[in-house]
């Protein structure tokens, strides 16, 4: 039965990542070796020294290129191997995966040294690897059966969780027993209403009960730590960035107008100008971070308004991310944050607990 099972579309997206980022992370490593003598790459070789982090390490430009070429020469090698790899994935091959997990840490390697985001690319197809569905695929398990069974649990634990509790016979109070007597009926004259029947109250009706209201999801609990821990993070770097900028407003200036000369000379921009512009743009980010806690904060508590807009923000603020990576993969664990948290928001049970309200 399990030769039958078909190949999960998670495996599928997972050799598909490795073999693609690993093709690009080869081409990256080259371009990178390849332009390492240049005057343009010397000198940013020479600036990357005089940095407070790499000041202390004892070298020169010629050392530190020398380092980068070998980084960039172990990362195309194990990005050749687990492209090579990767095709092995689709025939779940279990070997290869272990494989590809212990070439991990050189594709990470390989990632810094080549400066781009394609590396983690790959290091995210891996991780797939080990999750479910492609677990119970590679283990050789029914994993469509296994998939349906989890959806269908899941899905009745937050029915239960939401459907009305009837009332019990419990809840009714107790009367004491009165013996029989028969009722005199009175005769209907012609014309004459009958009015209603005294009598002794048998019972009292329960208070109508509304839908229970389950547990807050574990989804939207994980989604509002998320957000917060993003823009903690957020405001903690907005201040080391407000403190650099104050105490190197001149060197920062001095950089503009070496790498923009034209920019600076069509606009005539001072350098109060751009200090006061990237303030303003500081601003704003930590605006959008504080507005990100009160937003989770509201949807915490059971604002269904709240979630939609901090859905709609982390979302937009994930694609923002992405662009940026290009130029600084790091930026790529904020865009996997985002996107989880977007996730994680939008899923069906979060919905059903906002609706149960």
């Known amino acids: ?170 809840d009714q109070p107790s009367q004491p027993s009165q013996p029989s007597r028969p009722v005199d009926h009175p005769v209907r004259q012609p014309g004459h209403l009958p009015g209603p029947v005294a009598g002794p109250v048998t019972g009292v009706a329960p208070p109508a009960r509304g839908p229970v209201v389950g547990a807050r999801p574990p989804a939207l609990v994980a989604a509002c730590a998320i957000t917060c821990v993003v823009a903690v993070t957020i405001v903690l770097l907005v201040a080391g960035m407000v403190a650099y900028v104050s105490a190197n407003s001149e060197k920062l200036f001095a950089e503009v107008m070496k790498d923009q000369p034209s920019w600076i000379d069509r606009s005539q921009v001072t350098e109060q100008d751009l200090v006061a512009g990237i303030y303003v743009l500081l601003a704003g980010v930590t605006a959008c971070a504080l507005g990100a806690i009160v937003l989770a904060a509201l949807a915490f508590v059971g604002q269904n308004w709240a979630r939609i807009v901090l859905a709609i923000g982390a979302g937009s603020g994930a694609a923002a991310s992405l662009f940026l990576a290009l130029g600084a993969w790091p930026l790529v664990i904020l865009v996997a944050a985002l996107a989880g948290a977007t996730s994680l928001l939008l899923r069906p049970e979060v919905a059903r607990w906002y609706a149960g309200r």
């Open 1 to 170: 039965m399990s030769e039958e099972q078909p190949r999960p579309g998670q495996a599928t997206l997972a050799g598909a990542l490795i073999i693609g980022g690993s093709v690009f992370v080869v081409l990256a490593a080259w371009q990178r070796i390849s332009t390492l003598h240049t005057l343009a790459v010397q000198e940013e070789l020479q600036k990357v020294l005089t940095e407070p982090m790499t000041a202390d390490l004892g070298l020169d430009a010629d050392g530190l290129a020398t380092m980068i070429r070998v980084l960039c020469m172990v990362g195309a090698g194990a990005a050749t191997a687990s492209a090579i790899l990767g095709i092995q994935v689709f025939k779940r091959s279990a070997s290869a995966r272990v494989a590809l997990t212990a070439l991990s840490p050189l594709l990470f390697v390989g990632g810094l040294a080549t400066a781009g985001f394609l590396a983690p690319m790959v290091l995210a197809g891996i991780v797939l690897l080990w999750l479910q569905p492609t677990r119970d695929w590679y283990a050789g398990r029914p994993w469509a059966q296994r998939l349906e069974e989890r959806q269908a649990a899941r899905l009745n634990a937050i029915r239960s969780a939401t459907r009305p509790v009837p009332p019990s016979r419990f």
